[in-house]
């Protein structure tokens, strides 16, 4: 199943967007129950948000130096000694995303998806149980266990000063006034639409009242294997390896997402859906990534530097935009080109 949206209707989705209110005060609430460890998203960013969604061909283009739009956390923090940093970051997604016969796994090295402000969507962790990276005991964040620093809106910084989302970004929802409704918060690497964490009790029909959507996911019952092949003790939801699909368990499939109509949908799509349980962030593309979202250092973080570089991008959405920036195009590869899936 392809998403059905037209190019028209993609222009009306960038307008909206930008048109998108500002928050009352709702008074602080993580998305995610029992985690007593956030941040206190107090602090205006240092640096501006910039941030621009257009349309070219097929595909929907973002250009962003990854600074959210609203208040984050204090950094560097006890757990987060990095320094958040504007970058410039080059996405590009399928108008028409198209479903796969087989899922595909989010691996360390490719983000999920971006944020309608621009900010990467990312689940994964560079902490693995004896640096066994690409097994599946990677450590999570947003399950109480241990402290790397995270905002309010589940976020902090990398090494080279990009500021991610590992769960469903709390104020980028609240200054949308979404908070209890169907809100997009963004777009996954395959082109399909990111909402959360809550929607429609009937998916199909867009009826039966809004509700905090469940997961399928949950914790296996038993022990881990214990070294050298694992890190023994209970599974609790410290790894990721800790966690089981349960087809029908809750709401959505193993990818995290749904079919259903939404307030930007009402002919229907295969939405994601940010839950706040695990994954939080979807682990499964349902269709093909592009390329453009595989991680690259940033220039200057490469050459020793202290981060990513910005420049003036331009303004936000515009209605009808649907022109390229300054030197046109960035360099992107054919979609699905990626030499990794």
């Known amino acids: 199943m392809k998403a059905s949206i037209s190019r028209r209707k993609c222009l009306v989705l960038a307008a909206a967007m930008v048109a998108a209110g500002r928050a009352k005060a709702f008074g602080l609430r993580a998305a995610v129950r ?14 501006k948000n910039r941030v621009h969604f257009f349309i070219s061909g097929q595909y929907w283009y973002c250009v962003s130096n990854d600074i959210p739009d609203h208040n984050g956390g204090r950094f560097p923090d006890r757990g987060c000694p990095n320094t958040i940093r504007p970058q410039e970051f080059h996405f590009r997604m399928p108008l028409q995303p198209r479903e796969n ?12 998806g971006v944020a309608i402000d621009g900010v990467v969507l990312d689940p994964g962790t560079a902490e693995f149980w004896h640096n066994k990276r690409g097994s599946v005991w990677n450590v999570t964040l947003l399950t109480g266990f241990g402290n790397l620093g995270l905002d309010a809106s589940h976020a902090h910084g990398q090494p080279d000063g990009t500021y991610h989302y590992h769960g469903a970004p709390t104020e980028l929802i609240k200054s949308r006034d979404g908070w209890g409704k169907v809100v997009l918060i963004g777009y996954a690497a395959d082109g399909f639409p990111v909402y959360g964490p809550w929607g429609y009790k009937n998916a199909p029909r867009a009826a039966g009242g809004i509700r905090l959507l469940q997961s399928s996911h949950r914790i296996k019952r038993g022990n881990r294997p214990n070294p050298s092949i694992g890190p023994g003790g209970p599974y609790n939801g410290r790894y990721t390896g800790d966690s089981e699909y349960v ?33 939080f962030i979807p682990r499964y593309f349902r269709g093909r990534p592009d390329r453009s979202f595989y991680k690259r250092p940033s220039r200057n973080f490469r050459q020793g ?8 991008f331009g303004g936000g959405l515009a209605p009808g935009d649907g022109g390229l920036p300054p030197g046109g195009p960035p360099p992107f590869g054919p979609p699905g080109a990626d030499g990794g899936y």
């Open 305 to 312: 530097g202290q981060g990513g570089r910005t420049r003036p």
């Open 247 to 279: 087809p029908g368990y809750g709401d959505m499939d193993e990818a995290n997402g749904r079919h259903g109509v939404t307030p930007e949908y009402p002919d229907g799509t295969y939405y994601y859906v940010a839950t706040d349980q695990y994954p």
């Open 34 to 47: 029992g985690v007593g460890f956030l941040e206190p998203c107090a602090v205006r960013p240092r640096y």
């Open 101 to 112: 016969a087989r899922l595909l796994k989010v691996v360390n090295h490719v983000d999920f």
